[in-house]
C-alpha cells in the first residue's frame, strides 16, 4: 500500500465512522439536553454515577474480550479464511455471554452494596439490579462488534450506530420527560437491547463456525484471546474505576451532585467533540495495526501517518470548542451549566496531547505486548486521579480542568517514551510539524480568551479558528494527493 492509499483508506473509514459519530453526538446531545432541561444538574449527577457504575462493570463482564478478539478476528481475515474467522468470533460471543451472566449475577445480588458505595444509601438498589440485565445485553453487543470490526465491515457498523443511537435519542427524550429519574434505566436498557438487536443483525452471517464446537474446544480456542483480553478487561476496569473515584470524591467528600453534573457534563462535551474522531479513526486503524504488528516498520509509518491526520483534522475542532464554549454550552445544555466554561476550556487544550498520544498508545496492545500495555494504564490513570483530587481540592473545577492539562502532557510524554524505547518508534517530520503548529494554535487561542477582554478574545481565537482549519484542510489534501476537495472549485480552467 503506498503513502498517498494508506492517507486515503484513513480518511475514507474516518468519513465514514466519523460522519456516524457527528450523527451520534447529535443525539447524545439531545439526551444531554433533555437531562439538563428535565432533570437537572442533580438528575445529571445520577446518570454520571449510573453510567460510570454500569462502565466499569461492564469492562470485568466484558473479559477485554471486545478488544482482544478484534486482534484475533483481524488477523484471521487478513489470511483470506472465512472459515476461521467464523470460528474466533464464535468462540468470542460464547465466552462473553458466560462472563456477562456471572457478572450480572453477582451485580444482583450485591445491588445494595452498589448503590451504599455510589450514592452513600441503598435508595437506588433497584436500579443496579436491573443495570445486571443491561450488562448481559452491552458486553454482548459489543462482542457482534468486534466482530464488524475485525472483519472491516465499516458500513455496518455505521448503519447499526446510527439506527440504534437514534432510536435511543427519540426514547430517552419523553422517557426523562415523563418518568424523570427512573427514566434513566429504562433509556439505558431500551438503548443496550436495541444496540444488540442492531449489531447482531449485520454480523450474524459472519459469526458461524464451520464446525461444531464442544465447551472444551470453545474453552481451548478462547484461551489465548482471553489472556490478552484480561489486560484490556484490567485496563478498562482502572479507567472507569478512575472515572468512578473522580465523581465519588466530588460527590462525597468536597462537594455534591451538582458538582457531579457540571463535571460530568463539561468531560463529555469535550470528548464528544474530539472523541468522535478518536472513535471513527480506531475502528479501521487498529485492525490494520493488528494484521502488520510484527513489523516495526510499517507498524512506525502507519501510527505516523494515523497520528498526523489525527491532528489535523482534531486540532479544528479543539479551537472551536475554546472559542465557543459558552454558546456551546448554552445551546446545548442549559445556562446553567456555564460555571464550567473554563473546565471545558481546559479540558479542550488537554484532549490535544491526548490526540497525539492515541496511535501510539495502541502499539503495545496490537503487539499483544500485555504488561507494557496495563502499567501504561496503570500509571496514566492513577495520575488522573491523583490530579483530580488534588486540583479539586485547590480550585474546584477550575482546577480540576488545569490539572487535567498536566495529566494530559505526563502521559504524552510518557508514551512516547516508551514505544520509542521498546519499539524503536519515532515521530516522522510531518507528524512533529502537526503537533508543533497544533499546540501553538491551541496555546493561543486559549491564550486570547484568558488575558485580553472578552470581545477582543473571541475575535482572534475565531481567526486562529479560520487559520487552523485552512492549514488543516491544505494539509489533508496534500497528503490524500487531491488537488482539490469535492465541491471546492480551485477556479476556472
Request: hydrophobic letters at 50%; aromatic letters at 10%; glycine letters at 10%.
Amino acid at each position: 500500500m503506498t503513502q498517498v492509499t494508506s492517507y486515503r483508506q484513513i480518511l475514507r473509514s474516518t468519513g465514514i465512522i466519523g460522519g456516524t459519530q457527528v450523527f451520534q453526538v447529535l443525539t447524545t446531545i439531545l439526551k444531554g439536553k433533555a437531562a439538563a432541561v428535565f432533570l437537572g444538574a442533580t438528575g445529571v449527577g445520577v446518570a454520571s454515577l449510573l453510567l460510570s457504575s454500569l462502565a466499569m462493570l461492564q469492562a470485568v463482564a466484558g473479559l477485554g474480550l471486545s478488544y482482544s478478539g478484534v486482534r484475533e478476528i483481524s488477523q484471521a481475515h487478513e489470511t483470506g479464511n472465512g472459515s476461521r474467522v467464523g470460528t474466533v468470533a464464535v468462540v468470542l460471543l460464547r465466552w462473553l455471554c458466560v462472563s456477562s451472566t456471572v457478572c450480572g449475577t453477582i451485580l444482583l445480588i450485591f445491588a445494595d452494596r452498589f448503590s451504599l458505595a455510589a450514592f452513600g444509601d441503598i435508595s437506588f438498589s433497584g436500579s443496579f439490579s436491573w443495570l445486571s440485565v443491561a450488562i448481559l445485553a452491552g458486553t454482548v453487543a459489543a462482542g457482534y462488534e468486534a466482530v464488524l470490526r475485525g472483519t472491516r465491515k465499516i458500513g455496518s457498523i455505521a448503519r447499526a450506530s446510527l439506527f440504534s443511537s437514534g432510536c435511543g435519542a427519540l426514547f430517552a427524550v419523553p422517557a426523562y420527560w415523563w418518568l424523570g429519574t427512573r427514566g434513566i434505566v429504562l433509556t439505558i436498557l431500551f438503548t443496550a437491547f436495541l444496540t444488540l438487536g442492531c449489531n447482531y443483525y449485520f454480523a450474524r452471517d459472519l459469526a458461524r463456525a464451520n464446525r461444531r464446537l464442544g465447551p472444551l474446544a470453545t474453552i481451548r480456542a478462547g484461551t489465548g484471546m482471553a489472556r490478552l483480553g484480561l489486560v484490556m478487561m484490567i485496563v478498562d476496569a482502572i479507567s472507569a474505576a478512575a472515572t468512578f473515584a473522580i465523581v465519588a470524591y466530588i460527590k462525597n467528600v468536597r462537594g455534591s451532585l451538582s458538582d457531579v453534573g457540571f463535571y460530568q457534563a463539561g468531560t463529555t462535551l469535550a470528548a464528544q467533540f474530539v472523541g468522535l474522531v478518536f472513535t471513527a479513526m480506531s475502528m479501521d486503524y487498529f485492525p490494520r495495526l493488528a494484521a502488520v504488528c510484527d513489523d516495526n516498520r510499517r507498524v512506525r509509518r502507519l501510527a505516523n501517518q494515523q497520528s498526523e491526520m489525527m491532528l489535523h483534522i482534531v486540532r479544528p475542532l479543539i479551537l472551536g470548542l475554546i472559542v465557543f464554549a459558552p454558546h456551546v454550552i448554552s445551546v446545548l445544555l442549559s445556562r446553567a451549566f456555564l460555571p464550567m466554561v473554563t473546565f471545558v476550556r481546559l479540558a479542550s487544550v488537554g484532549m490535544l496531547f491526548q490526540a497525539a498520544a492515541h496511535s501510539m498508545g495502541l502499539i503495545s496492545y496490537a503487539k499483544g505486548d500485555r504488561g507494557t500495555f496495563l502499567t501504561l494504564s496503570v500509571i496514566g490513570n492513577g495520575l488522573l486521579v491523583g490530579t483530580s483530587w488534588l486540583g479539586y481540592r485547590m480550585g474546584g473545577l477550575d482546577g480540576l480542568g488545569a490539572m487535567f492539562v498536566l495529566h494530559c502532557v505526563i502521559c504524552f510524554a510518557i508514551v512516547y517514551a516508551t514505544v520509542r524505547y521498546r519499539y524503536r518508534f519515532r515521530m516522522s517530520r510531518k507528524f512533529r510539524s502537526a503537533f508543533s503548529w497544533s499546540v501553538g494554535w491551541v496555546a493561543l487561542s486559549y491564550g486570547a480568551q484568558v488575558v485580553t477582554p472578552c470581545m477582543v478574545g473571541m475575535i482572534i481565537g475565531f481567526l486562529t479558528f479560520l487559520a487552523s482549519l485552512c492549514q488543516s484542510l491544505q494539509s489533508i489534501k496534500e497528503a490524500v494527493g487531491v488537488r482539490q476537495f469535492p465541491g471546492i472549485s480551485a477556479g476556472p480552467p
